[in-house]
């Protein structure tokens, strides 16, 4: 089946501060969402993003389809924004999404 | 609102006492599925349906049962739970056929404890 591997597996910012993560897979897919999952566990739709570019307020995300990645950027940092952040595929006729690992942030004041 | 209910959020029950955790969604998807997430696992699907009347396993069904007699809802049932079914539980939602790209709508989560 298809592979997601996702990096940094952790990461602990400032608030204010910005950053990137990555999510890797390992086949064509037709399907690529963001998530983020709150300390509460809710998961969050952050973007859905098969292909190109798109941005909602201080986050934003880019797929490059034919080279198998996927960035979201998260600008200016806010304690809320703590939580796992996990990148989900779909691919060819596959009933469900398959995940990756997540990025698990913390920010801090 | 657009959105997928599940109910209840928590639950604490006892082994081999049936239990149903109801999924409901207002968006008219054709698509909908259950995944349950655990510690090191990740979500894994148990359950999908691709419309009224049509269902399938997923990758962990052993222990559940679904159905699908209404495009809204899509309840989970367990007719005699375990401890190793004690579970963040999630609905999810779709619209969109099979080989077709289509975002998913989560629900909210069930938490659920097997004693």
């Known amino acids: 089946g298809i592979q997601v591997e996702q990096s940094p597996p952790d990461l602990i910012l400032q608030e204010g501060a910005n950053s990137t993560l990555r999510c890797n897979f390992s086949?064509?897919?037709?399907?690529l969402q963001w998530f983020h999952q709150n300390p509460w566990g809710q998961l969050i739709n952050l973007f859905y993003?098969?292909?190109g570019t798109k941005q909602n307020g201080r986050l934003s995300a880019t797929t490059v389809a034919t080279e198998r990645y996927s960035l979201l950027y998260i600008s200016s940092s806010q304690t809320t924004d703590s939580g796992v952040y996990f990148c989900a595929v779909r691919t060819g006729t596959a009933s469900k999404l398959t995940f990756g690992t997540g990025t698990r942030l913390q920010v801090t004041l | 609102e657009a959105q997928v209910t599940q109910n209840p959020r928590y639950l604490i029950t006892v082994t081999g006492k049936k239990l149903t955790v109801t999924c409901s969604q207002n968006?008219?998807?054709?698509?909908m599925s259950w995944y349950r997430q655990d510690p090191g696992l990740g979500l894994r699907q148990i359950y999908y349906?691709?419309?009224?009347?049509?269902?399938d396993k997923g990758d962990v069904p052993e222990g559940y049962k679904v159905s699908r007699k209404e495009k809204r809802n899509f309840p989970l049932i367990l007719e005699s739970p375990s401890p190793n079914q004690t579970s963040l539980y999630f609905c999810?939602?779709?619209?969109?056929?099979?080989?077709?790209?289509?975002?998913?709508?989560f629900g909210p989560g069930t938490r659920l404890t097997v004693t």
């Open positions: 999810a939602s779709g619209k969109g056929g099979r080989g077709l790209g289509y975002e998913q709508y």
């Open positions: 968006m008219n998807h054709e698509y």
């Open positions: 993003i098969p292909s």
């Open positions: 349906s691709m419309n009224v009347e049509v269902t």
């Open positions: 086949d064509s897919v037709n399907n």
